[in-house]
């Protein structure tokens, strides 16, 4: 049995430590939704598969920017803010 009070060091495989990333993503989604999650182990693979598999998270997560999540229709946007300062960071390091 896992003890929380003396945590071990673990290797974890890069794709599972995307995997993580990703649930993350999808808590901060539903979140978002007003339906947040309350118990990890209920998330069905086919929600978060579809979660993961929507158009606006794929393109979004291969734009430059921070993936900010609000209410339908548009769950998933890119905080273009955010995008803007780090293309004038590219440009200003470009300068030097």
């Known amino acids: 049995m896992?003890?929380?009070?003396t945590p071990t060091k673990?290797?974890?495989?890069?794709?599972?430590?995307?995997?993580?990333?990703?649930?993350?993503?999808y808590c901060s989604y539903r979140y978002a939704q007003s339906d947040p999650i309350t118990d990890w182990t209920t998330v069905t693979h086919d929600q978060f598969?579809?979660?993961?598999?929507?158009?606006s998270y794929m393109?979004?997560?291969?734009?430059?920017?921070?993936?900010?999540?609000t209410r339908d229709p548009n769950p998933v946007v890119v905080d273009a803010y955010y995008q803007?300062?780090?293309?004038?960071?590219h440009v200003k390091l470009s300068l030097n």
Not at 2 to 5: E, F
Not at 15 to 20: A, D, F, M, N, Q
Not at 59 to 65: D, F, R, S, V, Y
């Open 2 to 5: 896992y003890n929380v009070l």
């Open 10 to 25: 673990k290797t974890v495989a890069r794709g599972s430590v995307r995997l993580l990333l990703i649930f993350i993503d």
């Open 49 to 55: 598969s579809n979660f993961r598999m929507m158009p």
């Open 59 to 69: 393109l979004a997560k291969n734009t430059i920017g921070k993936t900010v999540f």
């Open 84 to 89: 803007s300062m780090q293309q004038m960071k």
